[in-house]
């Protein structure tokens, strides 16, 4: 299988002699070749041994995985370039992509559970050795927190289904627990806790504000661009096979997610760390996304996973360009830093396309997925309209202030404009853009998993 194969690729850049820049290059135009070439036998399952399936929907985001961890890599090189622990920080790295692959090929659920659980202690290690300043403590004690205290009642959900089908293949497991409706509702959020707090859900994500300030840049890229996703294929995934779910938690989860998506656009507005300001960004999205993949409708399911793709690219871009400007400024701060189209205009440039594909201007896939979800929305309740407007007003407006306070207004003298000059910078930039950017043309490859 050309995928396998490929992945197999990756421990190479472990003990390569070329430079991180070169071999990342070469591994991306590759998998650049897979995806135009390599998608169309995926549309069927494809069993790849006992253990292990492939779909559509997860192949989607094994890619997006493969891609992103490839650029956190390429986004990286000033760990190789003061020698901070880089072969610790490739072993982590490659650690954190194995286990996110496999949790994402998992055809058990205690399979797809045990690999979730895994891809903390990577993502972890990467805030504690990595990152900035003292509170990455306090940052990792809110992610160990959240996300195993959420996990244990998913575990106890699939420890029930053992009990009741004997098996946890996810391809063959249809019968659900004889509840009554308040029951039921308490085993449908057993099983969606963990995943509604990995989105992350609204009142379920402080973790991830603190998490983004703290990590490094590769662990904020890999955060927003894959982690975030683990929650909405979990979504995805026990909502196909259990559709009652939907039926069960839509009225509690539709209006906490757009009303919280409202209040942290809201927030995002309040925000003088730029890096908290789109970490707060991706919780507004995925409110978005959780309304959509709870509203039951075929749409909104597609919309979810195109999405993910979206935000996946877009939020990860973003924290690309701001671990530029913090390594050149040494400052998150909107008050501090100004008047960066006078040193840097091509890097303005890349702020301006990467703020409007976060807004869901065209011609991002940002767009198609959130016509899809908001759609899919209205069709279940009309009364979504009124936060549907402030999420789509108010993410325009936090995406323009973002841009604007950084780009204009008088430049600081502190900042050094040859920090920004190196070509990996743009090619890291310009990989983000290209699949955010095709992938509006052939939608058909996201959207046909259902």
């Known amino acids: 299988m050309k995928f396998t194969l490929s992945m197999m ?23 650049m070749i897979l995806v135009i070439q390599g998608y169309t036998p995926m549309m069927n399952i494809i069993f790849i041994n006992n253990w292990l399936l492939m779909d559509t929907l997860s192949w989607a985001l094994l890619l997006l995985t493969a891609w992103i961890s490839l650029l956190s890599i390429l986004a990286s090189q000033s760990i190789q370039q003061m020698k901070k622990s880089n072969t610790l920080f490739m072993i982590m790295s490659i650690l954190l992509f194995l286990s996110l692959s496999l949790c994402f090929l998992s055809k058990s659920l205690i399979l797809f559970y045990i690999f979730f659980e895994i891809a903390l202690i990577p993502t972890l290690l990467l805030i504690l050795i990595w990152g900035y ?16 205290s959420a996990s244990l009642p998913l575990l106890a959900g699939i420890l029930l289904l053992i009990n009741i089908n004997g098996h946890t293949n996810m391809t063959m497991l249809s019968t659900m627990p004889a509840l009554d ?23 379920t994500h402080l973790w991830l504000p603190k998490a983004h300030v703290e990590a490094p840049v590769a662990g904020s890229m890999i955060l927003a661009g894959i982690l975030l996703k683990l929650g909405v294929y979990g979504l995805l995934r026990i909502t196909s096979i259990f559709p009652k779910i939907i039926s069960s938690l839509c009225p509690i989860i539709l209006p906490v997610s757009l009303i919280g998506a409202t209040i942290t656009s809201l927030i995002c507005l309040r925000q003088t760390d730029f890096k908290s300001l789109i970490a707060y960004s991706s919780v507004g999205h995925m409110g978005l996304l959780a309304g959509g993949l709870f509203s ?18 877009c939020s990860s871009a973003l924290f690309a360009l701001a671990n530029m400007l913090y390594s050149s400024t040494q400052s998150r701060s909107l008050f501090l830093i100004k008047g960066l189209q006078s040193y840097f205009p091509t890097m303005t440039f890349w702020w301006f396309l990467f703020c409007i594909c976060n807004m869901a201007a065209p011609p991002s896939l940002n767009l198609l997925s959130e016509i899809l979800l908001m759609t899919s929305i209205l069709a279940t ?11 789509s007003f108010f993410s325009a407006a936090y995406s323009l202030f973002l841009y604007v306070s950084t780009q204009h207004g008088l430049p600081s003298k502190q900042m050094n404009p040859l920090l920004l000059c190196p070509s990996n910078n743009y090619s890291t930039l310009i990989l983000h853009l290209f699949p955010l950017m095709m992938a509006i043309t052939m939608p058909m490859i996201l959207t046909n998993w259902m």
């Open 296 to 313: 039951g409708n075929t749409w909104g399911w597609q919309g979810a996973l195109l999405m993910s793709i979206a935000h996946g690219l």
């Open 181 to 203: 409706s308040a029951l039921m509702k308490v085993w449908s959020a057993q099983l969606s806790l963990a995943f509604l707090v990995k989105l992350p859900l609204y009142m």
């Open 9 to 31: 690729l990756l421990p190479l850049i472990l003990i390569s002699p070329m430079s991180w820049y070169n071999l990342v290059i070469m591994y991306t135009l590759f998998l």
């Open 381 to 391: 309740s009309y009364m979504s309209l009124l936060p549907l407007m402030g999420i």
């Open 133 to 148: 300043q003292p509170e990455r403590l306090q940052a990792g004690l809110y992610l160990m927190l959240y996300t195993i």
